[in-house]
């Protein structure tokens, strides 16, 4: 015997051996009821869900946001109400273009993706190391993407695709002398800045807005690569950036960055524009120091390594439509795309519930009426309440968390149409149109079908009925009453020729 854990198989059953298949004698074929071992092969098969197209090879781990300023006036977000909390978070770090085996070292624009457990619900920052990409408009983003991944028939990077693009796209050249810059490669994860790229929008509890841009600066200070010193980092190793994250977290260096905004009140996009010739929501644009500066908000360390990769930080999703009470989005084009891009990306790669799985689950409860589908493990739902409106206490709305409307929502809204329209007229005409025999009929169907249903909820439907007209709601009653006679009649000859048959 030992103290260690016993190896079961994936039901939980002990396994008697995990050495020597079930064969037929020594030398004899493999038997089809070793089914463990049919388990575990097919288990190996599927391994690996899917790559992203994009930000395939990436580093993460958790920490710990703590706010160190009050904001409170441009954001009610529970995550800076107070100075001094603190949040759990993951940052993953990625390279764009390559694919998971890529070298980490190479010239590309890192991914800085930030996902923050607050107390009502995950905030996620889905950035890059730089203030700005290399297009405006969700239209461009596949074809761009097609230009930095492989050339279909020679199957290698194209030089040629990327230029010809970029040529014929001159809203890419901040972005480009971004990466081609002396910061185009960070030695590690920890020696870049993040930003939110995007501007976002924060309200406060009054229902003020504000546009935001959200900076994320190293605290160990911007270290680069050369091409030289990458080429020879890359011929030694691959993995340079996970064995440096890794390594130092695992050595109590924990990386920091500091926390800052910018934020612009809400009417002066327009002044931003006219001044500056840029919009304020062009992704391919910053927004210069000197007009907006940097507000400081916190603090983040990364201070603990996933125990396993594939769980922690492979499966971790993403999505700048996480934003949380407090927080909102802009009318920048190429967030409004990924809005939908990215949670339509994590429902492909990893399955309609990955926000189920503990990495992206959030730390505050969670409560809807999305059912079934692939592996729904964790999802509590009263039974009775499996649809919304319901009676039997499911989950309700909280229209306090309604965001305000902002300058460029025109008439976008969530309007309420159903208690101004007259639903009552036209069932009037229609049963004013049947005669005396099909509203009988009516009746009895209507009685016949609300069986069973509790008191409370024939009681309202029979509230409308009586609002389309008198003789509905009577004709109903009258049925339901005919119906419960007969139910009594019927229950009671039955006890009777129960009573005879003894
Ligand atoms: P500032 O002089 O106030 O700031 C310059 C900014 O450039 C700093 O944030 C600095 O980051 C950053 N920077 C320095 N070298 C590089 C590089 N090789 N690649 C990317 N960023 C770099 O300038 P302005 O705000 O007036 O903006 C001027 C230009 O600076 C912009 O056009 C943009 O290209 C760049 N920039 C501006 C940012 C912004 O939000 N305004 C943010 C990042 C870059 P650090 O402080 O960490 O050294």
Known sequence: MTDRPRLTTT??????????????????????????????????????????????????????????????RYSRAKVFAKVGGKTEMLARFSTVAGEQGA????????????????????????GNNTPVFFVADPYKF???????????????????????????????????????????????????????????????????????????????????????????????????????????????HFPKWDFFVQVMPEMEAEDFEKKTGWSAFDLTKVWPHGMYPLIKVGEFELNRNPDNYFTDIEQSAFNPSNVVPGIGFSPDKMLQGRLFSYPDAHRYRIGVHYESLEVNKPRSP????????????????????????????GPVEDPSVEEPPHRYSGQVGRYEYRGEADHYSQPRALFEMFDDAHKERLFKTIAGAMQGVPQFIVDRQLGHFDKVHADYGAGIRRALAAQQRDDAQASLTTSHSAEAAE
């Open 103 to 126: 070298a980490d070292a190479e010239r590309d624009v890192r991914g800085f993706s930030l996902k923050f457990y607050t107390e009502e619900g995950n905030w996620d920052v889905v």
């Open 142 to 252: 596949p074809d761009f993407i097609h230009t930095q991944k492989r050339h279909p028939r020679t199957n290698l990077r194209s030089a040629t695709a990327m230029w010809d693009f970029w040529s014929l796209c001159p809203e890419s050249l901040h972005q480009i002398t971004i990466l081609m810059s002396d910061r185009g490669i960070p030695v590690d994860p920890s020696r870049m800045n993040g930003y939110g790229s995007h501007t976002f929008s924060f309200w406060n509890d009054g229902g003020e807005r504000f546009w935001v841009k959200f900076h994320f600066k190293t605290k160990q200070g911007h270290k680069t690569f050369t091409n030289e010193e990458a080429e020879k980092v890359i011929a030694k190793s691959r993995e340079s950036y996970q064995e440096a994250l890794y390594g130092m977290i695992e050595a109590g």
């Open 366 to 393: 969670v409560n809807h009426y999305n059912r079934d589908g692939s592996m729904p493990f964790g999802l509590r739902t009263n039974p009775d309440a499996y649809y919304e409106p319901n009676s039997f206490g």
């Open 11 to 72: 039901a939980g059953a002990p396994l008697s051996s995990n050495q020597n298949s079930k064969t037929v004698g020594r030398n004899g074929p493999v038997l089809l009821e070793d089914y463990q071992l049919i388990e575990k092969l097919a288990h190996q098969n599927r391994e690996r869900v899917p790559e992203r197209v994009v930000h395939a090879k990436g580093w993460g781990a958790f920490g710990t946001l703590t706010v160190t300023e009050d904001i409170t």
